[in-house]
């Protein structure tokens, strides 16, 4: 014997299964990783101490967004570098946020003085932001024009002395000198 499924039910699971697909896709284009060119994700983190961190803060500068961790071998290895990166490129209208994924904010306190990083520190223990953008490897740095377009994507650590290095992020900051800092 046939069942006959109402009408007013099949057209239901219909929509209901539309609305779940266009959900579905709509997450899938926002959860992808940063592309190069592409608009960096507006963020609003907790800053280490109190306040907060915001991208919003530093239109029109080029920023870098190192994602990094105490407990992350080749973050520590890299941190002096670009504490003196941040240091040097102040001067150039750049800006360095270090992003902590960090769940320990006492251990973060400690390596920040130990190692005196005085560039801006968020926390993001949960990895949200890191997630958003795509990070999953230790440390990366996303590199932003002025206009907040993703313009290079470091991962793992490097000499922020490199010549080039500065030269690129100079050049982005509509200061073509190449003088070695």
Not at 24 to 50: D, K, M, N, Y
Request: glycine content about 6%; some cysteine.
């Amino acid at each position: 014997m046939r069942r006959i499924i109402p009408f007013k039910l099949v057209a239901a699971l219909f929509v209901v299964g539309g609305v779940v697909a266009a959900l579905a896709l709509h997450r899938s284009r926002q959860s992808g990783p940063v592309e190069i060119g592409a608009r960096a994700p507006a963020f609003s983190l907790p800053a280490l101490g109190a306040g907060s961190v915001s991208l919003r803060d530093y239109r029109h500068k080029v920023v870098l967004v190192n994602f990094w961790a105490t407990w992350c071998p080749p973050c520590v290895q890299e941190a002096p570098s670009l504490q003196t990166f941040s240091e040097k490129m102040a001067k150039s209208g750049v800006v360095v946020i270090g992003v902590s994924v960090d769940q320990d904010a006492e251990a973060l306190q400690k390596f920040v003085t130990q190692y005196h990083l005085s560039f801006p520190i968020a926390r993001d223990p949960n990895q949200a932001l890191a997630s958003h953008f795509g990070t999953f490897l230790f440390p990366e740095t996303y590199v932003l024009d002025r206009d907040g377009r993703l313009a290079e994507k470091i991962i793992g650590d490097i000499d922020w002395q490199d010549p080039r290095i500065i030269s690129f992020v100079r050049t982005l900051a509509g200061n073509c000198d190449t003088q070695t800092p």
